[in-house]
């Protein structure tokens, strides 16, 4: 049986996602964020480098504006909306491929969408703020729900699941229900398990060990385990700048197991990585 192809509608056209994967690129305009925090501060940057990940394959380009490391206290809204009001029209305007924000927001994922932004990206699966189901349901947006246990702040203390993949399986579906109430279809839902998002490292192995056990959910997925924690853990690397081979080894196993989607800091790596690994599989041209 041949894999699904999962489009959502967006702005610049549907998105495409299936049987191959794609890589979304992430732009973060925040000072603190885990990995390149302050390097995209000035929106004239932010907007070069979305458009450098553009040229080097991403299909999509995830915008975040308040960072949700680890202990991360949340900036106020108006900070995270003054950052992401600098950047977004200008890429609505310049870039081809859709733009997600990566916020748990509603107020401030509003008013990205009337700025030209195509989907939401929660952390919190539109959990965080109860008017988000509405916001999603008014403005027909596509939508990435992530996994977290907890919230930013407090989500790597002491994590506990019984069975995590089956714990956030069970979450999904919960989520995916609350937002029909709000009519809000779950073909515009795409899922992410949260890669360290209130996961110890055996969580984190876990999930991706048994990724394939979330595709039984019927929707795309997306996982991001971009120089994340359990790499430093797993190879001895405390910075994560020094993660991006094992980040790319996990980017090989996610592609082989049908994982739609891959959010990464370095586009290129990851997109040279999955076309090598399509021409193996006879799938690309040679």
Partial sequence: MSAPVFRLPTRRGPLELGPESQVAGILNLTPDSFSD????????????????????????????????????????????????????????????????????????????????????????????????????????????LMHMQGEPRTMQVAPRYDDVVAEIGAAFAQALDRLAGFGVSCDRIVLDPGIGFGKTLEHNLAILRRIEEFHALGRPLMVGTSRKSFLGQLLDRPHPADRDHGTLATTVWLRSRGVQLLRVHDVRAAVDALTVARHLDNEGRS
């Fill in 37 to 144: 925090g302050g390097r995209h501060l000035d929106p004239e940057a932010a907007v070069a480098h979305a458009l450098a990940m553009e040229a080097a394959g991403a299909a999509l380009i995830d915008v975040g504006a308040c960072s949700t490391r680890p202990g991360a206290e949340a900036v106020p809204p108006a900070e995270e909306l003054r950052r992401l009001e600098a950047v977004v029209p200008v890429l609505a305007a310049r870039l081809r491929v859709p733009i997600s924000i990566d916020t748990w927001r509603a107020e401030v994922f509003r008013r990205c969408h009337e700025l030209g932004a195509d989907l939401l990206n929660d952390v919190s699966a539109a959990r965080l703020d109860p008017e988000m189901p509405a916001v999603l349901a008014a403005t027909g947006a596509p939508a990435i």
